[in-house]
């Protein structure tokens, strides 16, 4: 199976619990004050960088749902886990260390024999700490 990205233990994979939407958010502080004539901005830094994630698996079907248990591991024990993104040529990229803010599963059409959703979607806030991509 092709690993398209894996948060710490996590894989996200293309048969499996697999990605549908990335997106990435990052600030730079850049405070600004009054002049005479116009405005003064002074750069202090670079603030908080983030990416938000949305997956989805059908598990009766293509499995995941140990990609979803380890997310839950993870954001639980609020642990910093590595980050990795496949790029071009089959390269993984070391996106860099994060911690799971937000978490959330969303389950549809419960299944009659063991109850788990048919479709199980997630979504996550992952925040950067230490070193940024």
Not at 22 to 35: F, H, K, L, Q, W
Not at 55 to 61: D, E, I, K, L, N
Not at 77 to 104: C, P, S, T
Request: include cysteine; hydrophobic fraction near 40%; charged fraction near 25%.
């Amino acid at each position: 199976m092709n690993e398209l990205c894996s948060i710490g233990r996590a894989k996200l994979l293309v048969v499996g619990l697999n990605p549908q939407r990335i997106g990435t958010e990052s600030e730079a502080r850049v405070p600004g004050t009054a002049t005479w004539s116009d405005m003064d901005y002074q750069a202090t830094g670079l603030g908080e960088a983030r990416t938000r994630f949305e997956a989805v698996t059908f598990p009766h079907v293509i499995g995941g749902l140990d990609a979803v248990e380890w997310l839950q591991q993870h954001h639980e024990r609020e642990e910093a886990v590595n980050y990795i993104r496949l790029r071009g040529q089959y390269l993984g990229r070391m996106q860099g260390l994060v911690r799971i803010r937000h978490l959330f599963i969303d389950e549809t059409h419960l299944h009659p024999f063991d109850g788990v959703g048919r479709r199980v979607g997630v979504e996550m806030d992952l925040v950067y700490v230490g070193g940024r991509r």
